[in-house]
């Protein structure tokens, strides 16, 4: 043992490593494979010893490649001498030398590749074989590895860590089985390497960490090779599993090396193949630069070559023909291994050809095993015939169907509904198929307890019984008590004990009874016994027939030697243990959780171990309820029947213990006790054992942990009995599930609590039982052992269940810890006889596998199948128990949840099935609604030209999540909270689209290549799909989702196409509207069609925006701002257009109202469309936008009803003379007595007639015509011409004649022309009203108004009240009533602009003071400068006004004689017929700018203010015997020096005094009142103006 070695190859910067292996002859029997792309290299060979700190080269070989012989066929190795030195050439070693004594025997060859057409195979075989001494471009060559002995001057002696031999590297998680750290990525320890292709590191070298377990067997170069992919590194990858899993299987550690015979390094082999085979699942989809490898390009050439590295152990005698990649059980289908290429974060690109083709290697490998099994090895064995899953065995036990003709398969996708059936049997541990030796060992072993079971040994027969001596119990060894009757003794073999121990005695009575007689040499009556047992046995046969074939199907052995065979174990059975003797060795390691019996509340332990009679006491250890002891015992036993009996005790020294033992043998306190039977040991066992009572009465808590090594005589080399029960239920298993059930787990029928320990149909669990209960195997060994087998299948229907149950019993078996041991889960799990780290590795590799097919489980478990469904709750259901194991049994901190990993499984599922409908969606499409693809196959994807992909897509995705949610949903419920797959289906659906998508519509933006209906289609989808399954996820809720900032550009592009549609579509109706003569749509519209029209594509334009549910606010206020520039715009063209023609309908009775209703309809529709598109919650600008356009069509309804009511105006008029003519005729005075205001009422009817009669007509008209709002219009209008016409042709007749009002103004020049203004007035134009016609005219107007009012229907009472147009009427007409002071006063006060405007007046504070130019005047035909003073008496309140006419300056006059110029100044206002109102200065002769200094006096009274009243300056030129000319006139209003109240008024002159209407009306009124010398003089002062020039 100064060795432990392992063997390192290096060829082309690839690296693999064997395991080490301790001893000076090492065996590995390890295959390696290597590809080669240079012949003129050489393989590298290292021995390596491995040390504590550091390994130790041993030495190396150099083998040329091109001495490397070619062969399909394993050959015997050559011993090849290692030597100490390498020879380098250029940085390559190129030889070695310095020979040391060491050997190693290697068997290389190159073969030829898997994955090539049958007829080249052929062909190269041919032709490599001719070619054999050369070597072909490429090979594959094997090595077996054996080595000589090796000296034991070795440089290091090893200590071998126990955990070096773990590199458990599952891509989960790290389980507690391994200390070491799995290396990152570009560190991938040596097993991998073939695939890496990389220099390992030197560093490598030194540590031991990376250096324990790193080959990997025949399937690792098979899988390696054929993925051709990275396995992906522990860190990142979430699905792949490692292949660098441990070699040390761990119950090899619990062998003892004395026993590690074939059989141990077989499983050693089997070990490392079930570990590193789970690499297959890890189908990454890298493809490392170093391999330029593509298959398609190499095959033509033949330059394929593998190189295989096979270490097999050369005992064994079927190796050669046992050689079988372990992928035989796993076909992959191509679609899934396609998709689910799903490492982590790093999305890999899609796979290389490569792959593909290696995945088809496998699945030809299946094939031929199913079909072509007449043509394989003859030397494999017999189980081997039939069943998909015959690749469920170690590698050494398998024929080598690598040089089988490939089976071409039809079509790549046929594969997809084939699946693996378990983990490989790298995880199930069935080395015991192979290993021969143990087999026939325990086929005898199984004989033995099924011939003569302990289930119906003959029971003792019992007696109670008298001891007349002391005698001591067989069982408990406890005094018999009491005077008589003491105890039960057996009639049979005189056994004796406690009544209470009968039950406890567990030895067959018979076989005891033979033993002891045949010792005491008492013949005859063991002849008897033995009779009886021969008799037993005989019928045990006879009845029981179908057990033995069973045993001997199982065991393949010939029906001759098992005859043989049954003889032999009879008679064993009937030897009994006479002849059989052992050695124990017993380790009392420590216990834990004892009772605390003494005062201090602790207890001082100590054991009693008892063989037989020989009984042996370990050291006390005080004061501790967990002891450790650790000593050793040996015992000799002879007696097979026999027990160990362990007792635990309390010491105690005080006086109560000392009487206690003169009373009993026992003076310290029980704490406890464990009875082993012999018989059930074998082998090495470490064990925890819980502690029993004895009595009912004990009070006994906690277990102890033994370590008991057995050797019997005869069997020294045996497994244990662990193992050998392992064996047969592993080899049960196999056949009947691969030989007889075709690779289909057959699931017993078994109801009630223990169902979950049947594991086979009647009489396989009557096989294992019973061997089971003789060799003392405990059931939850039973439990973890065909859990393992199980594991091996765990994809067969009905599985998972099986195993979730099975698993969940082991879980509550350890974690469920009794209230009597307070043992922790994961000590006593530590403790079990499985082996705690291959039970953890089992289940890591199972959790890994496990995940991988569910990150199928569309592919795995197709929904189609009520009972695959049912499998796929049974895997999640043993995913859970998984967890649950790991949490409450290995006790590990946090492991994954179980809600988590299915949630990244059905993730992983998800991404990989999007990608398959995304790279296959038209196909698929076609395939699942039976379409045509018409598509060339370069289109299959997305095309920026047409968009047919994506609503396909959006199909395909909604048939997978309504499948995730229908049937996948209900099954994976065991998570309700975190886990719905309907849910996550749609999220992840959702996201992969999102991606696509956004990009696609990046891509279209650039190029628009389809219409934007199609854009706005698909828009719709997406909506649709967004709506129906992702908005209420919760990671979408209440977000503004993206989709709709995507589509819009299109929408827009859309919206500005609609715009034009929308114009012409408009320009369409009205052409229409038009040439049917703008009909009513119906009797209750009031409008014609070409608004419902327009309103109704804009309507249903908007419908689309709506219909798009857009919930992106920022998105839907640009759509509508869109929108509301094509409403403005389409609108806006309607009303121009009408409102051109509008004029040229006038002359039509119902058309303009119509055309009015039209407008008015486009506001309403306006209105309800605004609402539609939000109202108040509007985006601001298109709200804005939408408002201003109410206002334009307001203001052109506005418009079209002046235009229209204007067009009556002609007609109102004709109205209004007759009118006039009737009011002339009315006679009477002003008073009209009580009595006769009914003739007023007549006459003010009779007056009305011909208006009434024209309005009665067309408001009846309208009113039924037109909409309420245009009515009003309508009405307004007619109303504004009735009152103006009126007003002008009633009232305030026009002075039509050519005198007009200049008439006025000449003639009352001089009053005496008067009469031909009153000649004037009498014709019937200038006629005046009397107060009767005034009362009439009155009672007229509120005639007019009611009608008008129309009871409420009409316009407005206030509205009528309050028009200008009535007001100014009335006051026209209140002004024929009013008195001449109030008609003056009136005047004075509205006439503030009657020369230059008002303006030009300037202030100065007196006369001295000059003023500036005055401003606003053009023209003025002179200046007069007059000095004011307002004074009002403090006591009366008397106004006197003193006027001081100081000078008139530039004068403007021409004249060829004499120039006389004096000023003329009045003071106009009310209450000044009796006061003097006028005063005139002298003339100053020739002078254009004369002074005159006069002062003038007037008095106003007190019955009005100063504003009342105004002062007119008139500049006169005097003419005798002529009328004075006039030169310039000035007014100036008292009420602007009020303030002043003394002031200088610079006035410039006037040419005349201008009016207004109310002003010239006043003067009309005035002028007819002939009587009243002061309206006389005010018409003669107002219509003055200044006199022709002489000259011009």
């Not at 229907?797 to 922790?824: D, E």
């Not at 009914?1238 to 909409?1267: I, S, Y």
């Not at 206030?1358 to 028009?1363: D, G, I, N, R, V």
């Not at 006439?1391 to 230059?1396: D, G, N, S």
């Amino acid at each position: 043992d100064k060795f432990n070695t392992y063997v390192t190859l290096k060829v082309q910067n690839v690296k693999s490593t064997t395991v080490a292996v301790r001893g000076d002859e090492p065996c590995w029997e390890q295959d390696f494979m290597f590809e080669i792309s240079r012949l003129d290299l050489g393989l590298i060979v290292e021995v390596w010893n491995k040390g504590l700190i550091w390994d130790t080269l041993v030495g190396t070989v150099w083998i040329a490649l091109k001495a490397i012989h070619q062969s399909d066929e394993e050959g015997p190795g050559e011993w090849s001498t290692l030597e100490a030195e390498v020879v380098m050439k250029h940085d390559e070693i190129c030889g070695t030398k310095n020979p040391t004594p060491h050997k190693i025997l290697l068997d290389t060859r190159f073969e030829l590749p898997f994955d090539i057409p049958e007829e080249e195979a052929r062909y190269w075989t041919r032709k490599l074989e001719q070619i054999n001494s050369l070597g072909d471009d490429e090979y594959a060559f094997q090595e077996e590895v054996q080595k000589k002995p090796l000296p034991s001057a070795a440089s290091q002696c090893s200590f071998e860590d126990a955990d070096s031999a773990v590199d458990d590297r599952d891509s989960d998680y790290r389980s507690e089985t391994s200390n070491s750290i799995p290396p990152p990525y570009h560190t991938t320890a040596q097993p991998n390497a073939s695939v890496h292709q990389f220099t390992v590191p030197s560093r490598l070298q030194q540590q031991g960490v990376l250096r324990e377990s790193c080959a990997d067997s025949l399937q690792n170069y098979d899988l390696d090779y054929r993925e051709h992919v990275a396995i992906s590194p522990a860190g990142s990858s979430r699905y792949g599993s490692s292949c660098n899993v441990s070699q040390g299987s761990s119950h090899l550690s619990e062998l003892d090396h004395s026993h590690e015979s074939a059989h141990g390094s077989e499983q050693d082999d089997d070990h490392q193949e079930r570990e590193s085979n789970h690499s297959y699942h890890s189908l990454g989809s890298y493809q490392k630069d170093g391999q330029a490898r593509l298959r398609e390009q190499e095959e033509p050439h033949g330059k394929e070559e593998e190189e295989k590295v096979c270490e097999t152990e050369e005992k064994c005698a079927d190796h050669s023909a046992a050689k079988l990649p372990l992928e035989l059980e796993k076909p992959k289908d191509v679609d899934a291994g396609a998709q689910v290429s799903y490492h982590g974060d790093n999305e890999p690109p899609p796979f290389p050809p490569a792959r593909a083709h290696w995945i088809r290697a496998i699945s030809k490998v299946r094939l031929q095993l199913q079909e072509g099994q007449d043509e394989a090895d003859p030397s494999k064995p017999p189980w081997l015939k039939g069943g998909p899953a015959g690749g469920l065995y170690g590698i050494d036990s398998m024929p080598d169907l690598r040089k089988k003709k490939p089976i071409p398969l039809v079509s790549d996708l046929s594969l997809v509904q084939s699946r693996k059936a378990g983990i490989t049997s790298a995880m199930a541990t069935r080395t015991s198929l192979k290993d021969e030796e143990l087999k026939s060992h325990v086929y005898k072993k199984t004989l033995q307890a099924l011939i003569y079971p302990i289930s119906c040994t003959t029971p003792h027969n019992f007696e109670v019984w008298t001891a007349t001596t002391p005698t001591y119990c067989y069982e408990c060894e406890g005094l018999l008590w009491g005077i008589a009757r003491q105890g039960m003794r057996c009639g049979e073999c005189g056994v004796k004990c406690h009544e209470k121990c009968q039950d406890l005695l567990n030895a067959d009575c018979l076989q005891r009874a033979a033993e002891k007689s045949s010792k005491h040499g008492a013949e005859d009556r063991t002849q008897n016994f033995i009779m009886a047992m021969k008799d037993r046995m005989k019928i045990r046969e006879r009845n029981k027939p179908e057990i033995f074939d069973l045993i001997r199907d199982v065991f393949c052995e010939s029906k001759l030697t098992h005859a043989q065979q049954m003889k032999t174990v009879k008679q064993s059975v009937l030897d009994g243990t006479s002849k059989w003797s052992a050695k124990i060795t017993i380790t009392v390691v420590c216990a834990q959780g004892l009772q605390a019996k003494d005062k201090t509340g602790s207890s001082d332990p100590y054991v009693t171990v008892q063989v037989g009679k020989t009984k042996k006491r370990t050291k006390t250890i005080f004061g501790n309820l967990n002891p450790v002891w650790e000593e050793k015992f040996y015992f000799e036993c002879h007696n097979s029947s026999d027990r160990i009996k362990v007792r635990v005790w309390d010491e105690d020294d005080d006086i109560k213990s000392r009487v206690k033992q003169r009373l009993k043998r026992e003076s310290d306190d029980f704490l406890g006790q464990t009875i082993i039977e012999v018989r059930t040991l074998s082998g090495e066992m470490d064990v925890w054992y819980n502690l029993e009572k004895r009595t009912d009465k004990s009070a006994v808590s906690g277990a102890i942990r033994l370590q008991i090594s057995v050797e019997i005589k005869g069997e020294e080399k045996v497994a244990p009995y662990h193992i050998q029960y392992t064996c047969l239920h592993e080899n049960l298993f196999h056949h009947l599930t691969d030989v007889q059930g075709n690779g289909v787990v057959k699931i017993p029928d078994a109801k009630g609590d223990d169902a979950w320990k049947v594991y086979f149909d009647e009489t396989a669990q009557e096989i294992v039982d019973e061997f089971a209960m003789r060799y003392g195997i405990e059931s939850i060994y039973q439990a973890m052992t065909h859990f393992a087998c199980l594991s091996s299948k765990y994809m067969c229907p009905g599985v998972p269940a099986v195993m979730s149950t099975l698993l969940a019993n082991i879980n509550a078996y350890y974690a469920h810890t009794t209230a009597s041991t307070n043992v922790s889960a994961s000590d006593r799990f530590a403790a079990s006889n499985f082996g705690k780290e291959r039970f953890v590795k089992l289940l890591d590799q199972l959790h890994n596998s496990l995940r991988i097919d569910l990150s199928m489980y569309r592919n795995n478990f197709p929904a189609s199948s009520r009972e695959r469904l049912q499998d796929l709750k049974s895997t999640v259901d043993l995913l859970t128990s998984i967890t649950f194991f790991r949490m409450k049994v290995q006790e590990l901190q946090s492991p994954p949840r179980a809600s988590q990993v299915v949630k990244d499984c059905v993730k992983a599922c998800l991404n990989s099935t999007y990608e398959y409908i995304f790279n296959n969606c038209h196909e698929l499409y076609s395939r699942e609604y039976q379409t045509d693809p018409d598509l060339p196959p370069e289109e299959q994807g997305p095309s920026i030209r047409n968009l047919d992909f994506w609503p396909k897509l959006i199909t395909l995705i909604v048939s997978i999540i309504e499948e995730d949610k229908n049937s996948y949903t209900p099954v994976l419920n065991q998570f309700p909270q975190e886990l719905a797959v309907g849910k996550i289906s749609a999220e992840v659906m959702w996201s992969l689209f999102a991606q696509d998508m956004k990009y696609a519509t990046e891509e279209h933006e650039k190029h628009r290549l389809c219409k934007s209906a199609d854009y706005m289609n698909l828009h719709f989808k997406v909506k649709w799909l967004y709506n129906e399954y992702v908005r209420d996820l919760p990671a979408f809720k209440g977000k503004v989702p993206e989709y709709p900032a995507w589509f819009e550009q299109f929408v827009m592009q859309w919206l500005d196409e609609n715009e034009d549609v929308s114009l012409e579509f408009l320009h369409g109706a009205l052409e229409r509207d038009k040439k049917d003569g703008f009909q009513q749509t119906s009797e209750h519209a009031l409008f014609s069609c070409s608004v419902v029209d327009v309103f109704t594509q804009l309507n249903q334009s908007f419908e689309i925006i709506k219909k798009l549910e857009c919930p992106d606010p920022v998105v839907v206020a640009h759509y509508n701002r869109r929108f509301a520039k094509t409403i403005g715009k389409v609108l806006m063209q309607y009303a121009d257009i009408l409102s051109k023609s509008f004029q040229s309908y006038c002359s039509k009775e119902k058309l303009p109202c119509i055309l009015m209703n039209n407008i008015q309809q486009l506001r309403v529709q306006l209105e309800k469309m605004f609402e539609a598109m939000g109202g108040k919650e509007l985006d601001a600008e298109a709200s804005d936008h939408l408002k201003e356009l109410q206002v334009k069509l307001n203001n052109v309804l506005d418009e079209l009803s002046a235009v229209f009511g204007n067009s009556f105006q002609t007609r109102i008029d004709e109205c209004v003379k007759q009118m006039s003519d009737i009011l002339c005729q009315v006679k009477g005075t002003g008073n009209v007595a009580a009595n006769a205001r009914n003739t007023v009422a007549q006459d003010a009817d009779n007056v009305l007639r011909p208006l009434m009669d024209f309005l009665d007509g067309n408001l009846t008209l309208f009113a039924t015509v037109c909409e309420k709002t245009v009515l009003k219009r309508v009405l307004k209008e007619l109303w504004r011409v009735v009152m103006n016409t009126m007003e002008k042709l009633i009232v305030l007749p026009p002075l039509t004649d050519h005198t007009g009002t200049q008439l006025i103004f000449s003639a009352a020049k001089e009053l005496g022309h008067l009469s031909k203004l009153k000649d004037h007035m009498v014709r019937e134009e200038t006629r005046s009203l009397t107060p009767k016609q005034c009362a009439v005219l009155d009672l007229a107007l509120d005639t007019i108004k009611q009608y008008f009012h129309a009871g409420g229907n009409g316009l407005k009472k206030t509205f009528l009240e309050k028009s200008p147009d009535l007001q100014s009427l009335r006051y026209a007409l209140s002004l024929y009533t009013q008195t001449t002071d109030t008609l003056i006063k009136t005047f004075v006060q509205t006439q503030t602009a009657q020369v230059h405007d008002g303006k030009g007046i300037r202030f100065t504070a007196n006369e001295d003071v000059l003023p500036d130019k005055g401003s606003g005047v053009d023209d003025p035909v002179g200046e007069v400068s007059i000095q004011i003073d307002l004074y009002t008496h403090p006591g009366t309140g008397e106004h006197k006004v003193t006027v001081k006419v100081v000078a008139a300056n530039d004068l403007k006059w021409q004249t060829s004689g004499m120039f006389r110029p004096f000023v003329e100044i009045t003071m106009i206002g009310p209450h000044q017929s009796d006061k003097k109102r006028k005063f005139t200065t002298k003339s100053k002769s020739n002078n254009w700018a004369p002074k005159y200094n006069e002062t003038f006096h007037f008095i106003l009274g007190n019955e009005d203010g100063p504003d009342a009243y105004e002062l007119q300056v008139c500049v006169k030129d005097y003419c005798f015997a002529r009328e004075d000319r006039v030169l310039g006139i000035a007014v100036m209003q008292l009420r602007d020096i009020v303030d002043k109240g003394s002031c200088a008024c610079w006035c410039p002159l006037g040419r005349r005094i201008h009016m207004d209407e109310t002003g010239l009306t006043v003067l009309r009124i005035l002028s007819q009142r002939t009587n009243d010398e002061v309206a006389r003089e005010f018409v003669k002062l107002k219509s003055e103006s200044r006199s022709t020039e002489e000259g011009t």
